[in-house]
C-alpha cells in the first residue's frame, strides 16, 4: 500500500499540523516551517532481495552430552513466547533425562535449527504438517506430549 501511495504521489494528512523548527529562536516566524506529521520527509522503500540468508545455529559435535542437555533445559524454558516455554520445558522435564545423543541431537536441532518458533509450535499442534527434515522420534514424541493425553495441568514451567 505505501508503494500504491508514493506512486500514485498523493499524500495524507494524518493529525494535525505541527511547527518544526531547526533554529531555536522564539518569535521569529521566518524561520519555522511547517511539517504535517513527517508527511513531508521522503520515504524510500527498497525492494526486497529474491533470498535472505538465514544465520545457522553453530554445531557443537564436542559438546559433552550432560552439557548440551543443561543447555536445552535454559533454551527449552526461555524461547520468547509463552506457548513454546510451556510446552518445551514441559516437554525437557519429563524426557529430556532419559535420551540418548541421538534423540538429544534430534531435539537440539529442532528448536536450535528452525528460525521460527511458531513453526514449532504449529508443527507440535498438527495445525500446519512437519516438513520430512523434522519429522522424526523426537517431533513425534513432542506431539504425543501436546496432545496431553492425561490432561496434565501445565499452567507453569516446572521447577528447575
Not at 102 to 114: E, F, P, R, S, W
Request: proline share 7%; hydrophobic share 35%.
Amino acid at each position: 500500500m505505501l508503494r500504491q501511495l508514493l506512486n500514485q504521489g498523493s499524500r495524507r494528512t494524518i493529525l494535525r499540523m505541527q511547527t518544526f523548527s531547526s533554529k531555536a529562536t522564539i518569535g521569529d516566524d521566518k524561520n519555522k516551517v511547517k511539517v504535517l506529521n513527517n508527511a513531508d520527509v521522503p520515504i524510500i522503500d527498497y525492494e526486497d532481495p529474491d533470498y535472505l540468508p538465514l544465520p545457522e545455529y553453530p554445531l557443537r559435535p564436542d559438546e559433552p552430552l550432560e552439557v548440551r542437555k543443561q543447555r536445552l533445559i535454559y533454551q527449552s524454558r526461555k524461547r520468547g513466547m509463552l506457548e513454546n516455554d510451556l510446552i518445551l520445558s514441559t516437554f525437557v522435564a519429563r524426557y529430556l533425562k532419559d535420551m540418548d545423543a541421538k534423540l538429544t541431537a534430534q531435539y537440539d536441532q529442532l528448536i536450535n535449527g528452525v528460525t521460527n518458533d511458531w513453526d514449532i509450535y504449529y508443527w507440535a499442534t498438527n495445525v500446519k504438517p512437519t516438513p520430512p527434515e523434522h519429522d522424526n522420534d523426537v517431533m513425534r514424541l513432542l506431539k504425543e506430549h501436546v496432545a496431553n493425553s492425561k490432561r496434565e495441568q501445565r499452567l507453569c514451567q516446572p521447577d528447575l
